[in-house]
């Protein structure tokens, strides 16, 4: 009798009104939203930037994120500073004759118009090095990216798990202001 009490006040009484699956639905959205972040300046877009987690006493972390330059013209990360390293560089891999390498990108990174660059643990991304505190996962680590042309950038990057390989809840960041909410005016639950 008790396991149905529950059920009977929810569908009976109609709990899930308009309301309460637009709010349902927010939250649900607002917890993506978070881990897919894009940041804008000028015509550069950074999406989802994360890091990894990194072990106590480590000297060095990586993070991570797409930049997409939606201008006519070419652009390049010159610069990137962050209060949780003492330095901090793009850097590339590579594998030569079965051999990863990882050199500094000499000269910052260009962006093409057009172009979407993909940093991940496997090619381009930033070093950050002479970290002052470990990288504790769920923790937002604030950094400025500078653009040659867009100019500076205050960006987060999310700490993800040490062997992560791209962000938890990468979702496409979503427009609310172009949801057609009208349409959902006339949902109705059926238990």
Request: aromatic letters at 6%.
């Amino acid at each position: 009798m008790k396991d149905h009490f529950w059920k009977d006040q929810f569908c009976k009484h109609q709990f899930w009104s308009h309301k309460h699956l637009l709010l349902a639905a927010a939250l649900c959205l607002w917890g993506g939203a978070a881990a897919a972040e894009t940041y804008t300046v000028g015509s550069i877009e950074i999406a989802n930037p994360w890091a990894r987690a990194t072990p106590k006493g480590a000297p060095v972390g990586g993070a991570y994120m797409s930049i997409t330059n939606k201008g006519t013209e070419s652009d390049r990360l010159v610069g990137i500073s962050t209060p949780v390293a003492g330095q901090a560089q793009v850097h590339q891999m590579t594998t030569d004759n079965g051999v990863m390498k990882m050199r500094p990108v000499q000269g910052g990174l260009e962006i093409k118009p057009g172009q979407t660059v993909v940093f991940n643990p496997d090619s381009f991304h930033l070093m950050l090095m002479g970290l002052k505190q470990p990288m504790a996962q769920g923790q937002h680590v604030k950094a400025t990216l500078d653009f040659a042309k867009a100019g500076k950038l205050d960006v987060e990057f999310v700490v993800e798990s040490m062997g992560a390989q791209g962000p938890s809840a990468a979702a496409p960041a979503m427009d609310h202001g172009a949801m057609d909410h009208g349409a959902m005016g006339n949902m109705k639950m059926n238990h």
